[in-house]
């Protein structure tokens, strides 16, 4: 695999708009298996993935996107929504065995709630990194309904809905200009 940080950052864009070609569950699939090797705390790994892909699933979708996000959530192939499971603590003998990790978060919300929310966005950003490293264009959201999006997808388990990200070939016509960035001297100190 020859991946550039063009690929994978300069060149790069969330995309708002997708060409209708499909995006196989094999590629799913890579995504995941590479991205899975990106480091949380405690190797936690609270992430949850639902690939939306059928046209049942995405009427389902679509009523829990902001007015504003409801087309391109719409045109995608694929929409991932990423969740973050409450009780990830629970799978920590399996992949932290060498100490009880687990004690350290049964029963303490505050501390399940962050280390959840913490890891599962780092999570969904290495998710978002694998996808473009296998030529998967990304468009992540934010505009969404939290209690709708649960209920329809994570009801019953301890899930809850972090972001969605949808997945395809990015129609370049679609891309605002890039936005500009903070400078290195803006957003960051030297001590």
Known sequence: MNVT????FTEARSHNGFFPDPVPESKLR????LMK???TSANCSPARFIFVTTPE???KLLPCMSPGNQEKTQLAPVVAVIG???AFYEKLPQLFPHTDARSWFAGKPAVIENTAFRN????????MLAARSLGVDCGPMSGFD??????TFWAGTTVRTNFVCSLG????SKIFARSPRLSFEEACQLV
Do not use: C
């Not at 939290?146 to 209920?151: R, T």
């Open 57 to 59: 699933a995405k009427a």
């Open 5 to 8: 940080t063009e690929q994978l």
């Open 169 to 172: 070939k990015g129609d370049p």
């Open 37 to 39: 090797f990106g480091p």
């Open 84 to 86: 973050m499971d409450m």
């Open 146 to 151: 939290s209690d709708k999006m649960d209920a």
């Open 30 to 33: 890579a995504i995941y298996e």
């Open 120 to 127: 599962s966005s780092l999570q969904g950003a290495y998710f």
